[in-house]
Nanobody, 125 residues
Framework: VQLQASGGGLVQAGGFLRLSCAAS????????MGWFRQAPGKEREFVAA????????YYRESVKGRFTISREYAKNTVYLQMNSLKPEDTAVYYC???????????????????WGQGTQVTVSS
């Protein structure tokens, strides 16, 4: 599976961005898909995920109500719509895919087998 993340950029606080993760080698309906982020000097952290089986979604607490993960089968792409952005959302955002039979929680990087290259999101105050 290859993942290509895009859509990052510089935005003012309160603004919005939509990240895209285009997948090849597997359909987005057959793998768990997640978004993580990593700020300078910090560990990679979970942001959002969508289940391969029933489309259930999962979010870290600090982005609930602001971010939405979704998938578009026709484009084999997963999106992360980010609204009401805050400076603390600044990070490199990575998309990831996990095989359906891989164990573990969606919240853990260990759940995922494949990673995209990352896209920078910078939110100015």
């Amino acid at each position: 599976v290859q993942l290509q993340a895009s859509g990052g950029g510089l935005v003012q606080a309160g603004g919005f961005l939509r990240l895209s993760c285009a997948a090849s080698g597997r359909t987005v309906s057959s793998v768990a898909m997640g978004w993580f982020r990593q700020a300078p000097g910090k560990e990679r952290e979970f942001v959002a995920a969508i289940s391969w089986s029933d489309g259930s979604t999962y979010y870290r607490e600090s982005v609930k109500g602001r971010f939405t993960i979704s998938r578009e089968y026709a484009k084999n792409t997963v999106y992360l719509q980010m609204n009401s952005l805050k400076p603390e959302d600044t990070a490199v955002y990575y998309c990831a895919a996990g095989e359906r039979n891989r164990g573990g929680t969606y919240y853990s990087p260990g759940r995922y087998d494949y990673w995209g290259q990352g896209t920078q999101v910078t939110v100015s105050s």
